[in-house]
């Protein structure tokens, strides 16, 4: 070590760091349970990318040194945006579908159910399950307004019910007072079985429609979207003979969304989005009267997605701008919750 | 030392540095800012940390030894940040 040059010190500490903090991720990811697939498809990535360039070494060995730089820094850039497309189509999924669901939340609302009072009921669809909170003002039997809704990917429909039966029962009273609000896990989460993906959203958001609409109480169907949930419900309203359809926070498109986070996503990299769902395309064929409410801040759902959207959207529909207001404070507005009840009044 | 003309070690260096991109990334987009920033921090705190240790009679002696220290160092700040 005494001989070796400043450079090749610097060299050998520079392996040593690499190699450690290599340790430093492989560890992270071994600790959190939901990185056990990245890191696995990172090491065989790497792990191929590295025997491939041994093998083009070993081919090129008798070339000179510009071809097997050339090489080099054409396999260092394919490298490079597949290590780049690999963690995207691992993690994309992951981080949209986090499969909620909240456990107490669903405990107090299984004992709240059993007590069969005409308040709550857990309504179940195939392998979907979900929450009917049932209409305050009304009698069991008597016909009413259905607000069947799509959410955000951070929710679960537990927690939401206990939000409105417990937490926030004034807040939330519009929603539920004269209409039954409908609100099914979405698959992976709560207890709804399967995988989300864009497909199955589509097909959970037929069946649902068409469970609700089976209900001999069910006078009419609202169909009602909030942030990722609003592909879903666009979806079914352009496909269903829905009544109306409400859409907070909407994108026009996947790629919108997956842009808000790293803009990329153009070009061939639209390849890598396995969320698909044009909502653009789907309001064309929506016949029935739209509210759309979208904030100008919010952080999630560019405004200009929800714009766009909007300038799509055919016949009887409306834009509401609200000003000022985080994509997470849409419910806990009074303005967007009673424009939402109003609307729904009006088309029910 | 290390010989970085072998094959071996040039396929075995791009495979750690396409690993370390990829942590980079994965941890960029999922994790908290200190953790895709230690992703920088450490390794340049750990090349001064080899730079410092090779002048150290022992590792001067046992330059390998350096590579354990930086494992172990790596190791306990990743349960560290993953616990805190």
Known sequence: ?348 | MIDYSSKFIRAALFTMIMLFIGFFVLFMLTCSMIVSLLMLILPAALVLLGIILVHVPFFKAHPWMILPVDVVIAVITAVIIHFV
Request: glycine share 6%; hydrophobic share 45%; aromatic share 10%.
């Open chain 1, 1 to 348: 070590m005494e001989d070796m040059s400043f450079g090749k010190k610097l060299l050998f500490s520079l392996v040593t760091a690499l190699t450690a903090v290599i340790v430093y991720g492989i560890t992270l990811c071994i600790l959190v349970k939901e990185f056990h697939t990245i890191l696995l498809v990172l090491l065989i990535a790497a792990v191929v990318l590295g025997a491939f360039l041994l093998v083009l070494l070993i081919a090129l060995d008798s070339k000179s040194k510009k071809i097997k730089a050339g090489v080099i820094a054409g396999l260092s850039v394919l490298g490079v945006l597949i290590i780049f497309s690999s963690v995207i189509m691992v993690i994309a999924p992951m981080m949209l579908f986090p499969k909620n669901h909240d456990e107490d939340a669903y405990d107090e609302m299984v004992e709240l159910a059993a007590a069969k009072d005409n308040t709550v009921e857990q309504i179940s669809c195939g392998d979907l399950t979900g929450w009917r909170i049932c209409a305050r003002n009304l009698r069991e039997d008597d016909k009413r307004p259905v607000i069947l809704f799509f959410a955000g990917n951070g929710m679960n429909s537990s927690r939401t019910a206990e939000l409105f039966m417990f937490d926030e029962p004034e807040l939330y009273a519009p929603l539920c007072s004269d209409y039954d609000f409908v609100y099914f896990d979405y698959p992976g989460y709560g207890t709804s079985a399967g995988e989300p993906t864009g497909d199955s959203l589509r097909q959970m958001a037929l069946d649902v429609f068409d469970e609700v609409d089976s209900w001999s109480t069910t006078s009419s169907i609202i169909c009602f979207g909030y942030s990722i949930g609003t592909g879903p419900a666009t979806y079914c309203a352009s496909q269903k003979d829905a009544d109306g359809l409400v859409l907070w926070a909407p994108y026009a498109n996947s790629y919108d969304v997956y842009n808000n986070v790293m803009d990329v996503f153009h070009g061939p990299m639209k390849l890598l989005v396995l969320y698909k769902m044009n909502s653009e395309k789907y309001i064309k064929d929506v016949e029935c009267p739209i509210l759309i409410m979208a904030s100008d801040t919010d952080e999630v759902i560019p405004y200009e997605s929800s714009r766009a959207l909007f300038a799509s959207a055919g016949g009887s529909s409306d834009f509401m701008t609200i000003s000022g207001i985080g994509h997470n404070d849409f419910w806990v507005n009074d303005k967007v919750i009673e424009s939402t009840a109003e609307f729904a009044g009006e088309v029910s």
